[in-house]
């Protein structure tokens, strides 16, 4: 049993982009689907789509990559933990990587990017970081 299924859903979008799969199957919850609605509204994956089959649902999603069939996303990382929670404020999660990377933050508003954490003025949890 996976007791972190973001964690695996961000493990199984790494080994789809090491191996340059064009789809790969997510574990279905309200965080995973709006972490890979963020990944796609940034441009790091091609679609998100929640698929039904009876009572189990799953995500499949499409990865995108450059001219040269490189993965869009250099590095995708799982900051805060089960056993360690991070905490960052409004202040801290400005800027990632120079603007390149996001930063994917759980809020009282919900999950949002770091650009929009930031323009509402609110921190949180860091879900994770990409670039």
Do not use: Q
């Not at 869009?72 to 089960?82: A, C, H, M, Q, Y």
């Amino acid at each position: 049993m996976i007791n972190d299924l973001v964690s695996d859903s961000l493990t199984r979008i790494r080994n789809a982009g090491m191996r340059r799969l064009n789809v790969t199957t997510l574990m279905h919850s309200k965080s995973v689907e709006a972490v890979a609605n963020i990944l796609v509204e940034k441009g790091y994956l091609e679609s998100a789509n929640v698929i039904e089959d009876g009572v189990k649902k799953t995500i499949k999603v499409v990865l995108k990559y450059d001219e040269n069939g490189k993965s869009l996303i250099n590095e995708i990382t799982r900051v805060s933990k089960p056993g360690r929670r991070i905490y960052k404020g409004k202040d801290e999660i400005k800027r990632f990587k120079n603007g390149y990377g996001t930063i994917i933050v759980s809020t009282s508003k919900g999950i949002l990017s770091n650009d929009k954490a930031h323009e509402l003025g609110i921190g949180g949890e860091i879900v994770c970081t990409v670039w």
